[in-house]
């Protein structure tokens, strides 16, 4: 694609590197047939190409943003398959955040909008906020039909019906190896996860502890600053991601570390990028190192020695979180993990279409969401399975909102199948321990 920045322009690192972008993009459409929102809406501008357009636009034209541009960027779920279909490699996902960090800059939005992205940027990635909001919510929920505007309805309806204790097993703290030590690692414990669903790390924690890894949890380490970052706020995102750098650098320069290990497929992608994020900041070289070592779950685990397990009768229905598949590239891992435990592995039918969670996504743009939520349901459903599995927490919240068959961390089944205890999402209540286990 022809760009026409200035030389001025260019010396901006943020425009240099999106018209690098740009640049590789040769106009195949290719991207179109793998995009979850121009199927569902059928708009050219609703596409990848579409957007790279206007972005280009916008950019290059240095155009206030406008609401017809904002409208199209904020309709994107940055599920990354485009990138996934790309033969030209064009990395949408850097161009889309710098559109996105732009239009955060100098578009004013109607007060409701503004007010509600105030809201989840300030209480998501708190988990003693958001677990206190989900409280509110779950009191409101009855009166969820009553709300006139649909991100409202959707706020409340995403409450779970059981808020889990906290589990003491996410503070800083080591946990020691309970066979012979063959790494040190540590573990992200994030933020809403740790408000919606405490079985996850507690899961993470067993395992790896029992295949050999001391596990730590570093003091200063939280949100990985992804669902800021994705609306454009940058200074708060990099707030937040500078703190794990700073934690997890720590830790590398003390007693040392093999892996950070990610156990939530959204952060995962965003830890990784962390390098790129700060190329022009002072943590730089320590973001660079951090991006180095992190590993999502599933990766670390094809490192360690996983046990077969015997053959079980259950049937997993294999959810792709789009953050694991196209964001890391990771497609194979968790259900090659899977197989190995012994767990019959299906996949549903175009499994690389997203699920409709993407963040905040669900909350911000709730009826594409649902559309594309009732179509992922449907294809997992047909495959009538026991248990359906994924590497995200929002995808499984999604997911689980709209069926009846339980979903699980992929990470749960594994500490299951190699002796931990049953996932509550399995058992015949549902219902967690009264006493939540601490590990140490």
């Known amino acids: 694609m022809k760009t026409e920045f200035t ?4 010396k901006d690192p943020a425009i240099a590197r999106s018209n690098e972008i740009l640049r590789s993009c040769v106009h195949c459409g290719f991207c179109t047939a793998t995009c979850p929102t121009y199927q569902v809406l059928g708009d050219e501008l609703d596409s990848p190409r579409g957007r790279i357009y206007l972005i280009k636009d916008m950019l290059e034209n240095n155009r206030e943003p406008d609401e017809k541009t904002v409208t199209h960027i904020d309709r994107c779920l940055s599920c990354l398959a485009c990138m996934t279909t790309c033969p030209s490699g064009v990395h949408y996902m850097h161009l889309v955040d710098h ?3 732009y239009i955060e800059e100098r578009y004013k939005r109607p007060l409701s909008d503004r007010v509600l992205r105030w809201i989840l940027a300030h209480i998501l990635p708190y988990p003693m906020r958001f677990r206190v909001a ?11 039909r009553l709300m006139p505007d649909a991100r409202l309805k959707a706020m409340l309806e995403m409450a779970p019906k059981t808020i889990p204790p906290v589990s003491r097993n996410d503070d800083p703290q080591s946990f020691a190896p309970q066979s012979e030590k063959k790494m040190r690692v540590a573990l ?5 996860q740790k408000a919606l669903n405490t079985d996850i790390n ?6 790896l502890t ?11 380490a939280g949100c990985c600053g992804a669902l800021t970052h994705h609306m454009g706020k940058t200074a708060q995102s990099h707030a937040t991601a500078a703190r794990n750098i700073t934690a997890w650098a720590g ?6 570390l093999d892996a950070i290990v990610i156990n939530t497929s959204g952060c995962g992608t965003t830890v990784k990028d962390y390098g790129h994020m700060f190329r022009n900041e002072p943590l730089a070289k320590d973001a660079a190192r951090v991006s180095e070592l992190a590993m999502d779950i599933s990766e670390l685990l094809m490192k360690l020695d996983l046990p077969e397990g015997d053959k079980k009768t259950l049937t997993v229905a294999y959810h792709a979180a789009c953050s694991l598949q196209h964001g890391q590239q990771i497609k194979t891992f968790p259900k090659d993990l899977l197989k190995r435990a012994g767990f019959t592995v299906v996949e549903p039918r175009d499994s690389h279409l997203c699920c409709g969670s993407a963040g905040t996504y669900n909350l911000m743009q709730p009826e594409i969401s649902k559309q594309l939520k009732a179509r992922k349901i449907e294809t997992l459903e047909a495959k009538n399975p026991d248990i359906i599995a994924a590497g995200n927490i929002g995808c499984m ?3 689980g909102s709209g069926t009846g068959v339980p979903i699980v961390h992929t990470v749960e089944l594994l500490d299951w199948a190699t002796g931990g205890p049953q996932p509550p999402a399995l058992t015949a209540d549902g219902k967690r321990p009264l006493e939540v286990p601490i590990l140490r």
């Not at 030389?7 to 260019?10: E, R």
């Not at 989900?134 to 969820?144: C, D, N, S, T, V």
């Not at 507690?202 to 395992?207: E, G």
């Not at 029992?210 to 200063?220: D, H, N």
């Open 99 to 101: 559109a996105r960090e």
């Open 251 to 256: 830790e590398m320069d003390g007693a040392g």
């Open 210 to 220: 029992r295949l050999g890894c001391e596990v730590v949890v570093a003091q200063g």
């Open 134 to 144: 989900l409280l509110g919510a779950k009191i409101g929920r009855p009166f969820a």
């Open 202 to 207: 507690d899961a993470t924690i067993r395992l």
């Open 7 to 10: 030389d001025i322009q260019l």
């Open 397 to 399: 919240m999604q997911i």
């Open 188 to 192: 992200m414990t994030g933020c809403a």
